[in-house]
DNA sequence: AATCGATATGTTATCTTATAACAATATCGA
DNA sequence: TCGATATTGTTATAAGATAACATATCGATT
């Protein structure tokens, strides 16, 4: 599965943590974009894993870490990390992932798993926005797309899914 | 604009209503579902137009005519008709609209202008689902897929968008 | 270093969207 | 007509998201 993320196999997932922390830590100095404890909080709890987070979810994260804060603490944080690409909502599911390919998302493609939550994002998928023919033909100014599969992975299916 | 349905365009919209109203009838009775009195209703106020409604604005306009009802009352039929593929859920938006090429959507691709929040369906982007490979090298099985682009139709970009 | 504008945070309250739970009713086949 | 199944009615509440405004921080400029 080469042009996905390893969500769904065993990796090293320390790797992905670090690479996407570093990786924002650096787009964040190069353009100005100020990190702040909560912004990096945020996206260090959604980097814990490829599940997706609610907005609840992450703020109740912060609490229990005695950050203690009310939604907008969350909604905002999260609100940044999606509007300059370092996390995604999965509209489906009302949730947040990280982004595992920052600098290259443009139209984020994702398989949701309905059973574990376990969200994978897809590189191949991303290239090529299948709308972008009829908007154009249209006129239509396509400003932000999202694809997004849900199902069961491999692992709940053995499971018998839920 | 071949490939699209008439959303953003001047067409005789009657003709839309009265073809999906038809066709869902047929459906119904073909395949022993029951076409009741509120799902009806729900399905001929989505079938008024192309922009989609919150299951409120449904809500609403069940009782403005009388049919005094709550929440469950909008959802319970809004579910019917995507059960059935008569309506899809813009989950951008959470919002619903009747469904433009009934019997043959398998996956929906919506433009949705954020300004007037009208929804064309394309059939062309319907036709190839770009995460059916990435699905099946890591044997995720699809149930659903959503395909969505948010930005400005024609005719609010010249009204300088909202 | 003090000031000021812009950005970000803290906090309360509220709004919107969606569903759980259970009782009452209608439908359809045996 | 009975009984199983599907649908509706109703209350209450869960879950997701934002408005509004006060306070604090940052960072450039004097």
Redesign the interface.
Known sequence: ????TAA??QHDHSACQSKALAYVTEQCAAKGLRLTEARRRVLEILLESHTALGAYDVLQRLNTEGYSAQPPIAYRALDFLVEHGFAHKV??ISAFVACHFPGQCH?P???I??SCRTV?E?R??RQ????Q???Q??????????????????SC?SEQGA
Chains 1, 2 share one sequence.
């Open positions: 599965m080469p042009d996905t769904f196999i509209e489906r139209a493609a994702f398989l798993c309905r994978a897809s191949s998928a090529v926005n299948p709308l023919a009829d908007a033909a249209m006129k239509f100014s396509i400003e932000d797309t999202n694809v997004e599969a849900e199902g069961l992975c491999q299916q």
